[in-house]
């Protein structure tokens, strides 16, 4: 029955972000929630071929406590971004800073350099062949090594339970 | 209460709107590729995000119901920034692009 299950519905949470995309569109009516749950099942059995291996969330609280601060992150740098950006430029002190990942997963580098680029003042511009450095732009940087344990501090470390890889 | 929300919806709309302003302030002064990258990124977020809140509490307000489409925007932006973004830095280092002076750390060779 699992079994089952499990070739039918490959990607649970992706089916379920799905259906509820659909009935945010659409409205929640009975005839979209069919039509929504058709394809939150077809969509994930087609492109199956496109998701390698995505890690499962192990922890769901943390997950939850991960999106407030990133989403608190996002309002305080950018009120610090502009205040950068409107002051005098000659004081700006951009540099690319080279962080050292300690996931092992492809899915998780992706949504930590994802975090990073949407946090202002840092951009992560790219990860090694090896998976394991990521090279990140920051706008104005006084201790790269501070801004390196900051970022493992809040994003990765938080990243790191939340999937257990 | 209807005062209470138009406040409300006014002042979102106003932050998103400064917000919005500062990013695109940022494109045209700051002095190279690499800086300039995060102006528009930055817009992005607060500056849709406040536009996001402000229709959401008007329509939510109006029809007398909650209104979620706008939740869908901010989804599906913060997919697709990040991306777009790393994108243009990637390119920027393939070209050599000149930083600014004091500029610290090398990019990648590609």
Known sequence: MSRLLDRVLPFPSLSLILWLAWML??????????????????????????????????????????????????IVANVSVAIKVLGPLK???????????????????????????LTPGTVSADVSQDRQTLLIHALDVDDPAALVAEIKQRYERPLKEIFEC | MDTLIEWLVSAFVMIGGVFALVGSIGLARLPDFYTRLHGPTKATTLGVGGAIVASLLFFSWQERGLQLHEVLITLFLFITAPVSAHMLAKAAMHRDLKRMKGTRGEPWKQ
């Open chain 1, 25 to 74: 569109l659409s409205g929640f009516t009975a005839g979209h929630a069919l039509l929504g749950a058709v394809l939150a099942v077809l969509l994930p059995l087609t492109t199956r071929p496109f998701w390698p291996n995505v890690p499962r969330i192990r922890n769901l609280p943390r997950m939850f406590g991960f999106v407030v601060v990133v989403l608190y992150d996002i």
């Open chain 1, 91 to 117: 004081s700006l002190r951009p540099g690319f800073v080279e962080f050292p990942i300690e996931l092992d997963d492809d899915f998780a580098i992706a949504l930590l350099a994802s975090t990073i680029s």
